[in-house]
């Protein structure tokens, strides 16, 4: 049995165990998310205008494409599109890192996933905490993409032990979150009136604060060694850097940003606009300048600045296998070596979608060649009667689907593409940062500072994909066992 299976079954357990009185891991989740989103709204008042923008657009489109708001409706997407959202943080420690993957179980959710951002000149790895069944999925798929400093990759030997003891210094979660999180552990979840002071609690974490924790002069020194460095180190926790909301048309978003007054990153990272969306496409506005007081500043707030909080949208498109995923590096990594340049260069968009010609945009070719996961659903019962009643044969999959029996459905992509983050990154650090780093994959160290394994999303997908067969060789076993008995 695989970790992530172990961990789907003692969540039920707990819950089962604790009894009506305790939350789910689901409910409190969503109230986490909402809290979350109603504390960055206040907090960017442009958030607020680009949920208002997503959500028009998105309405405009399941207008002109009723056979998407069908598709959607079936695959129970359609309910948790306006729940869509995904946050960031960026820690400084392995402790404040393995702390936050016990807040963030209580929640349901959990590490998938390992990132390398070194390789984009972002000093961090990284891991998306999410829900990781289909049914939590379904009830909120709120993520949070949380990244771990790398202090190793600051060159100056001074300056990296100087942001090591600003970082021991802090604790970013309150001694009532903590004290509610063991309560938690101890109990198998919370009840309605702890899991309401335990998001309050933890959402203190993700509070904006406008002083520094160091003087001008550190803060810049940081800055200079990397701007993501002075975020993470000079601050007292980890401030959420933004929400993001799902769309089902990034492009027209993107236009629509600049009439709003938004300040649009030059292109849209990931792949190319298709007629059968796959992975992950990301945009945003870019980051605002916020006022900040430095330690032993006389100077008024506006004396001192800081690019951090920007606002971000997301299309997600199908899951693909681990064959899909080898042909869209290859080809992404084509794309960037042609001038030498990212995402940022004035030709980049054309490049990609010439290159990504040769990635199939037709649905059943991405399923026969085995590029996208898919999940399985009887469409016509009374069809795959027939089909059992035809024959003693196995269930002829490709035979199901012509015949309308049987309808495969691409899986959602749920997780993150370390180049299209560092984009993102890149973009609202200034843009004209462009750090170099070796690849630095480290996960076995970020394992040990998380203090537990990352799942693998890829097979994540697989077993869902696996369910979904073995739930209609069942069904369609049923059809054949009731043939035989009106024989």
């Keep these: 049995m695989t970790s992530a299976a172990c961990i789907a079954i003692s969540e039920s ?11 789910s891991p689901d409910e409190i989740r969503t109230r986490f998310s909402s809290a979350m989103s109603a504390m960055y709204r206040d907090e960017v008042p442009q958030y607020g205008a680009l949920l208002e923008l997503v959500a028009q657009v998105n309405a405009q489109y399941l207008e002109q494409h009723p056979e998407e708001r069908a598709a959607l409706a079936a695959q129970q997407e359609l309910e948790r599109l306006n729940l869509e959202r995904h946050g960031a943080i960026r820690l400084g420690t392995a402790q404040e890192l393995a ?9 349901g959710m959990h590490p998938v996933g390992y990132y390398d951002l070194s390789v984009a000149g972002v000093p961090v790895h990284s891991t998306a905490f999410r829900p990781i ?4 999925l ?3 798929p709120f993520r949070i993409f949380t990244s771990l400093l790398r202090l190793e990759l600051i060159e100056d ?9 600003i970082l021991a210094q802090r604790r970013i979660f309150t001694p009532r979150a903590i004290a509610l999180l063991e309560q938690a552990e101890r109990a198998g979840g919370l009840d309605q009136a702890q899991a309401d002071e335990f998001v309050a609690e933890v959402l203190h974490t993700f509070r904006w604060h406008s002083e520094a924790t160091v003087d001008a002069a550190t803060y810049q020194r940081l800055h200079d060694a990397h701007r993501l460095i002075a975020d993470v180190v000079c601050f ?10 799902r769309t089902l048309d990034i492009d ?14 030059d292109v849209v990272e990931g792949p190319p606009a298709r007629q059968h969306p796959i992975l992950l496409r990301q945009t945003s506005f870019k980051a605002l300048q916020e006022p900040i007081r430095f330690v032993g500043a006389d100077a008024p707030a506006s004396a001192g600045t800081h690019t951090a909080r920007f606002g971000e949208i ?11 995923r080898q042909l869209y590096d290859a080809l992404l990594a084509r794309v960037r070596e042609i001038g030498n340049v990212g995402s940022s260069d004035a030709g980049y968009a054309q490049r990609l979608q010439a290159v990504f010609a040769q990635f199939p945009d037709d649905l059943q070719q991405l399923r026969q060649q085995g590029l996208a996961f898919f999940r399985y659903r009887v469409l016509d019962a009374a069809q795959l009667q027939r089909l059992a009643q035809a024959n003693d044969a196995p269930l002829d999959l490709e035979q199901a689907i012509a015949c309308g029996a049987v309808q495969a459905s691409p899986i959602t992509y749920e997780d993150f593409l370390p180049v299209s983050a560092a984009g993102i990154f890149q973009s609202n650090l200034g843009g004209a940062e462009q750090k170099s780093y070796a690849a630095n994959a480290a996960q076995a160290a970020f394992e040990q500072a998380l203090q537990a394994p990352v799942l693998d999303e890829i097979e994540l997908y697989a077993r869902a994909q696996a369910d979904s067969l073995q739930q209609l060789q069942q069904q369609f076993a049923q059809c054949r066992a009731a043939a035989a008995a009106c024989a």
């Design 99 to 107: 702390m936050a993957r016990r807040i963030f179980a209580v929640m």
């Design 133 to 136: 069944s289909d049914e939590a």
């Design 138 to 140: 379904c009830k909120n």
């Design 236 to 245: 007292k926790g980890p401030h959420i850097n933004h929400l993001t909301p």
């Design 252 to 265: 027209a978003v993107q236009r629509a940003m600049p009439e709003r007054g938004m300040a649009a990153k």
């Design 314 to 324: 997301e299309q997600r498109g199908a899951a693909l296998t681990r064959k899909g």
């Design 157 to 165: 030997a001074a300056l990296r032990e100087q942001a090591a003891q």
């Design 13 to 23: 357990a707990c819950t089962a165990a604790a009894g009506a009185a305790l939350l």
